[in-house]
């Protein structure tokens, strides 16, 4: 049994079992599930386990927070739901293509460069030394040992389509080798950057430490290699359906695909580059501040994909140099919060919390420490853009990736003459305004003496009814993830017409496409899934209509969502309604109604902080 097996078995069970589950990747700090039905998977409970730093939902994706050691857990739990990790065969019921269009692209990009970050850092920190190394005057362009060094720091950036056409064919279940092979030959010197007449037209491209290419023409061949193995016999199909593959790809993705594929990521590239050059201190300041919030939602490698294919082709980017101090000002708060609070288990999440940042890992901070103390998490933001001011006057540019923290610095000194004094500045001028304004602001939770013990003030809040209805104890429900209370305390409510209200004035946080149930937080943080009826997902909407969308602010008593009882009940579900509050343990109590029916806007429970 490895370190981590009871770990991957209660975030298993708590997603809500290997069955919910259709896919599974990870990034650096994240478990990103793919699953069924995510009403069903047990938030409150992942997000005060052991191990776990705290769950967020983005992108179609459910999300465990887990820190440094995920590909570990990660492991355990692919071995125990019978999925080959890292592209192997997935444990799926339900296939990708459910997913949208612009997730399905995504995946296989991700799942193309993922595999690839700590090998691509790693070259990047070699060329961040060999930088300061001859800066300094201890090698020079001359020595043997500069030679070596720059091969090791540039090797995977030209040959960058081999490992990417392995990655990527992996996650198309297509022969790994033949992907790789389709890299190998996009970096075939005598093809690359010379004239090529093929078909009455003259070609002249180059391949090398190019990213999108490989990923279209792997993407291109897979359905071949499939459609060829069907007819070509088993005896000879091994070499034969490569021969086939390789005539009909290549030649193609030279002419037309590579191509096409460069146009786009040079398009997309422009665009953004063009937005920054409008009032590059602005964007810039903005993107500096903001990024710690898309990595909130998982989306900051969306956003910063293309300026890092720059990177990857020897182009420096201001814009990865933007976000790259954020972690800085993260920890300054978490070190003030540190210094401030006297509460003894604060203090023992902040300290390690601290030391990871330092290093660029900002999760546990964030999730641990600033984001449950919003003002502070807000601080954190402000020294982030103002450290984007200093990126912009000093000029600083991202030259190579070596990672986040201390150690990403060295991607950050220029080749041509590294200047440290604006990255020392861009250090200071976030940490320290982060520190300050955080150490100044920052309050324990009030508290009142009585007895010598502190006791935490008390207050409350009311959720009022989202429909009318009769009512029934939580443990009666006949689903017995409802019925146990792991996803909360609540209740059930057996509607007598067709129509969900906002059960206080709150946010939209989640609202599933089959629209059978809706999640919201109210301005107090008290979070609500109401989930209309059990299995209701498998309608895939019909019979549901929704008046709002995930993210709207909604006031008590406005119409969420409507459907229609009679059809529901005819296709064989039960529209038993359970109203959950999600996140049952942040409160000292909750207190329900002791009437036996409900309407629409009647207090539903009171809880207690």
Do not use: W
Request: proline letters at 4%.
């Amino acid at each position: 049994m490895g370190k981590y097996s009871k770990l991957a078995d209660d975030i298993i069970k708590n997603v809500g079992g290997k069955e919910n589950i259709i896919g599974l990747q990870h990034c650096i700090t994240r478990l990103r599930f793919n699953l069924k039905d995510e009403s069903i998977a047990n938030d409150g409970i992942l997000k005060n386990m052991d191990g776990v730093i705290t769950v967020m939902k983005a992108m179609g994706q459910y999300m465990v927070v887990i820190g440094e050691h995920v590909p570990h857990v990660y492991a355990e739990v692919c071995e125990k739901i019978g999925m080959k990790p890292y592209g192997g065969k997935e444990l799926r019921e339900v296939e990708e293509k459910k997913a949208s269009l612009f997730n399905r692209v995504l995946s296989v990009v991700m799942g193309g460069m993922g595999p690839c970050l700590n090998m691509i850092c790693a070259s990047g920190i070699v060329k961040g030394l060999t930088t300061l190394l001859t800066f300094l005057g201890v090698i020079t362009p001359e020595d043997g040992v500069y030679l070596l060094l720059t091969a090791i720091g540039d090797a995977i950036f030209f040959f960058l389509p081999l490992m990417l056409g392995f990655n990527v064919a992996k996650k198309l279940k297509m022969d790994s080798f033949l992907g790789f092979l389709i890299g190998a030959i996009m970096c075939y010197p005598a093809i690359n950057g010379v004239d090529i007449n093929l078909f009455g037209h003259v070609f002249n491209a180059t391949y090398t430490g190019t990213f999108l290419p490989v990923v279209f023409m792997v993407a291109a061949a897979a359905p071949l290699e499939r459609f060829f193995k069907k007819y070509v016999p088993e005896l000879v199909s091994n070499f034969i359906v490569p021969v086939i593959v390789l005539i009909i790809v290549v030649p193609i993705g030279f002419v037309l695909i590579g191509p096409i594929a460069n146009l786009i990521g040079v398009g997309i590239n422009t665009g953004i580059n063009s937005l920054l050059k409008v009032s590059p201190i602005i964007a810039g300041t903005i993107l500096a501040g903001f990024y710690q919030v898309f990595v909130l939602f998982g989306v900051h490698g969306v956003l910063f994909m293309f300026p890092f294919m720059d990177l990857m082709q020897g182009i420096p980017s201001q814009l990865m140099a933007f976000t790259f101090f954020s972690c800085f000002a993260q920890i300054g708060v978490v070190l003030a919060i540190y210094l401030r609070t006297k509460d003894i288990k604060l203090k023992s999440i902040a300290l390690p919390a601290f030391i990871s940042g330092i290093f660029g890992v900002t999760e546990p901070a964030i999730y641990g420490v600033t984001l449950p103390r919003i003002k502070m998490f807000i601080i954190s933001c402000i020294g982030a853009a103002a450290s984007g001011v200093v990126v912009y006057f000093g000029n600083i540019m991202m030259y190579t990736y070596t990672g986040m923290g201390v150690i990403g610095l060295l991607g950050l000194l220029n080749p041509n003459g590294p200047q440290i004094l604006p990255l020392i500045l861009a250090i200071a001028v976030s940490f320290t305004i982060s520190f300050v304004l955080a150490y100044l602001i920052y309050k324990d939770d009030i508290v009142e003496e009585k007895s010598n013990k502190k006791i935490q003030k008390v207050t409350q809040e009311i959720v009022f009814a989202p429909a009318n209805g009769d009512l029934a104890s939580l443990k009666e429900s006949s689903d017995e993830a409802f019925a146990c209370e792991a996803l909360g305390k609540g209740v059930l409510i057996r509607p007598i017409d067709g129509k969900i209200v906002s059960p206080f004035d709150g946010t939209v946080r989640t609202l599933f496409p089959t629209k059978h149930a809706i999640g919201i937080v109210s301005d107090n943080g008290c979070e609500i899934l109401i989930h209309i009826g059990y299995n209701t997902v498998q309608l895939d909407g019909k019979y549901f209509e929704s008046f709002v969308e995930q993210g709207d602010v909604v006031k008590k008593g406005d119409l969420l969502v409507t459907f229609d009882t009679e059809q529901i009940i005819k296709e064989g579900y039960s529209i038993e309604t359970p109203i959950i509050i999600t996140n049952t343990d942040n409160y000292l109590d909750i207190i329900e109604t002791n009437n036996k029916n409900v309407r629409a806007g009647d207090e539903l429970f009171t809880v207690v902080h």
